[in-house]
């Protein structure tokens, strides 16, 4: 049976593991003492709920399946009904269904929503009579959706969603990458107000960060239930060190171990790691990958959890959050009301209401190098400003995603290309993970997916 290393036990690496099951000797390597990556769980006033990702797109397969595929089926659940609210203009103000990524596809909808001026709503009303030649070249969110939209929608409606999803800017994040569906209609030329209305007619999927699902528990118990169904070998507390190329194109891995090294050597090895990781292991073998890598920014992000007593709180927030447009100048760019969120949550702590604020978008160091209590003061502060008075919190923690969310900046695809060129001249290397075709836990099992299958392929 051929054997292959898997450095990163995220849920890419788990998931080319759960690919390779039954067809390869298969080694985990994870330098944490858990695996899972961005899909972990806490404990806050002793509920366990979600510290990184809590959701998984259920538009887009991968994940929903796999969740299924390793006894979590049952375990699924659907968000509550509530529409993706903005904090904007002093008020929580409802997105109008029928949007793509916050663009919307009825003008007509957002007047006296408050999310956008009447000058700001007419002009996105007049994207239909724009000319609008095919899109030839990749260009920024901000670039393609300003000139058809106005920038003010662009800055109400559009960057709140890029910021909860890349926690990225419309200036600098890669239309074609960040937005594909938008891309794909502007690559045909002509305007997007009908061409989104025909898409939506002939029942394409809808706006993306709506259809969710979660998993009763937290989302954090996904990874560790596909480790546990792959059958791999999984080393945590193990960090890959350096690679090095053996004859007959087999591959030494050097890691480190809360025991001293070790050396593995298998027939073919996945980098299932953020673009820095892999672009260090890579250095020797593949400069020019190890270049690309290494451009990749990445956004640190914090999510503040919090937890309120029921009876005690002055107030309690309806609906599931709300996400925030930079333009506004706040300190979050989202909020979760976990506790509506999810009825799991709400059977499993019913004297509690558990809430998590996000902060951090790319170019906002500063903010996230000020220390926890300064964060949890902030977010108190702005969330009593965008809901109500609701008190103070029994419990709050600040959990650090450093360098957590790879961005898409132009170019991102052309450089995915040259990355996976680079690395097809290494026989029995693949790479997967967020930092190639999407940040979302589906596209990333579905990377892992794909790395494994290559790895099988002579
Ligand atoms: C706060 C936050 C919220 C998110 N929310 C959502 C959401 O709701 N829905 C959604 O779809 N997506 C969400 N995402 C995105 C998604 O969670 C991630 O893109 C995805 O989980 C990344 O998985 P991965 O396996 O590619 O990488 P990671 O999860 O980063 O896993 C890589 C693993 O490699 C390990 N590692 C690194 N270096 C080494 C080494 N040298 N040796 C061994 N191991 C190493 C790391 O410890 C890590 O466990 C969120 C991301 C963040 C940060």
Known sequence: MRSVIVIGGGISGLAAAWQLRGQADVTVLESHGKVGGKLRTGTIAGI???????SLMALRPEAVELAAAVGLGDALCDPAKAPITIWTGGALRPL??????????DPSALIG?????????????????????PLTE?????????????QEAVDRLVEPLLGGVYAGRAERLSLRAAMPRIAALAEQGGPLLPALRRMRAAGA????PVAVQGVVGGTGRFPLAVAEACGARILTGT???????LPGDRWRVQAMTGDGALTIEADAVILALPAFAAAELLRPHSPPAEAELSAIPHASTAVITMAFSRAQAHFLPEGNGFLVPPVDGHTLKAASFLSNKWSWLRSAAPDTFVLRASIGRIGEDELLSRPDRHLVRSAIGELHRAVGPMGEPLAARVTRWERGLPQYGVGHRDRVRRIREATAKLPGLALCGAAYEGVGVAACVATGRAAAKATLSP
Do not use: I, K, W
């Open 96 to 105: 109008p269904a029928g949007h793509v990524m916050g663009v919307p596809t």
């Open 138 to 150: 990749d260009c920024s969110v901000s670039d393609y959706l300003s000139a058809r939209f106005g």
């Open 205 to 208: 999927p809808r706006s993306a």
């Open 113 to 133: 929503t408050g999310l956008l001026s009447p000058p700001g709503v007419a002009r996105v009303a007049a994207e239909e009579n724009l000319p609008a030649a």
């Open 239 to 245: 960090t890959a060190r350096s690679l090095q190329r």
């Open 48 to 54: 366990t709920v979600d510290e990184g990702a809590e």
